[in-house]
């Protein structure tokens, strides 16, 4: 069966980086689009980043521009979000999402905390 998940998160300090990383397993389609949203408390999902399988990219956000950055393993179905000079404002848990043809598929999350 399709499955997601996410790893990576952590607790960093302001201005630490980390790199997220999630691997979609259980499909063989070729056509497929991936990206990280993420939720902090009292607000709404919001994305972050998305790829597709051909390596074309959202427009990141302007609340993380310069400081995220998405790539992928075309070969193992897997993306990445590095996150460098992380504030506070970044503490949030981040979903990785595969999109399919047929429908959605959403991991369990990884939470990211900023804090000194």
């Known amino acids: 069966q399709v499955q997601v998940v996410e790893s990576g998160g952590g607790l960093v300090q302001p201005g630490g980086s980390l790199r997220l990383s999630c691997a979609a397993t259980?499909?063989?389609?070729?056509?497929?689009?991936m990206g990280w949203h993420r939720q902090s408390p009292g607000k709404e999902r919001e994305l972050v980043a998305a790829i597709t399988n051909t390596g074309i990219t959202t427009d990141y956000p302007d609340s993380v521009k310069g400081r995220f950055s998405i790539s992928r393993d075309r070969i193992k179905s897997t993306i990445y979000l590095q996150m460098n000079n992380l504030k506070p404002e970044d503490t949030a848990v981040y979903y990785c999402?595969?999109?399919?043809?047929?429908?959605?598929?959403w991991g369990q999350g990884t939470q990211v905390t900023v804090s000194s």
């Open positions: 259980g499909f063989t389609f070729a056509s497929y689009a």
């Open positions: 999402q595969l999109r399919l043809l047929s429908r959605d598929y």
